[in-house]
């Protein structure tokens, strides 16, 4: 079965500094993608970023990128110019190519808080 | 406005008795599925759908029950509720499945307590 662990529970950062947030993910899947998603207090998920496993190069969406690392099971996301509206918790999450891509699995979540 | 609904949003009820959680798409999307999100624990998928008729186990099925009779509709039935049944639950719907460049669109979650 796959895994997903998120290892820091909770991460503080200043307005506009950057903070990474760990992932690592155990599969024996080749084939797979891995996601990152916000839910702020108001509870809705929002997709951050994606990343496709057969692809080396990483991904990134504006002040949003990712260490993707396959051999190492890694999957960190780093947040640049941090902004009090990134407070949330975070969830990294995997879906596997032996499902059709329709299972997923989440983290356990890092509560993020960025302060003025 | 594209969206996927939830009802009720809130719900308590007692052990043992029977339950329906309803979420509905207006997109169009052929995936939907559900979560549990239950805190130290994260989300947890309990079934997803890749479409009409089609249903598969996520990570936490035991317990529950799905049907997809129709692309837009995707309930979830609990027909005997336990404690340990208590969480959030969030419903979501995605165009063609989670390979695809489509973000996965979210319900609001329905806050459940069972007694």
């Known amino acids: 079965a796959q895994t997903v662990t998120q290892s820091q529970p909770e991460m503080s950062v200043q307005e506009a500094e950057t903070v990474t947030l760990s992932c690592t993910y155990d599969t024996s899947e080749n084939n797979y993608y891995l996601f990152w998603y916000k839910q702020p207090p108001s509870r809705q998920m929002i997709l951050v970023i994606r990343?496709?496993?057969?692809?080396?190069q990483n991904a990134t969406e504006n002040r949003f990128s990712v260490n993707f690392q396959k051999a190492a099971k890694s999957f960190s996301l780093k947040i640049s110019d941090s902004q009090l509206g990134d407070t949330a918790m975070y969830f990294c999450a995997f879906a596997d190519g032996g499902t059709s891509y329709g299972k997923l699995t989440f983290g356990q979540g890092t509560i993020l808080t960025v302060h003025p | 406005e594209a969206q996927v609904t939830q009802n009720p949003r809130y719900l308590i009820t007692v052990t043992g008795k029977k339950l329906t959680v309803t979420c509905s798409q207006n997109m169009n999307h052929e995936y939907m599925s559900w979560y549990r999100q239950d805190p130290g624990l994260g989300l947890r998928q309990i079934y997803y759908?890749?479409?009409?008729?089609?249903?598969d186990k996520g990570d936490v099925p035991e317990g529950y029950k799905v049907s997809r009779k129709e692309k837009r509709n995707f309930p979830l039935i609990l027909e005997s509720p336990s404690p340990n049944q208590t969480s959030l639950y969030f419903c979501?719907?995605?165009?063609?499945?989670?390979?695809?460049?489509?973000?996965?669109?979210f319900g609001p979650g329905t806050r459940l307590t069972v007694l």
């Open positions: 759908s890749m479409n009409v008729e089609v249903t």
């Open positions: 990343q496709e496993a057969y692809k080396q």
């Open positions: 979501a719907s995605s165009p063609l499945g989670l390979a695809v460049r489509h973000t996965q669109y």
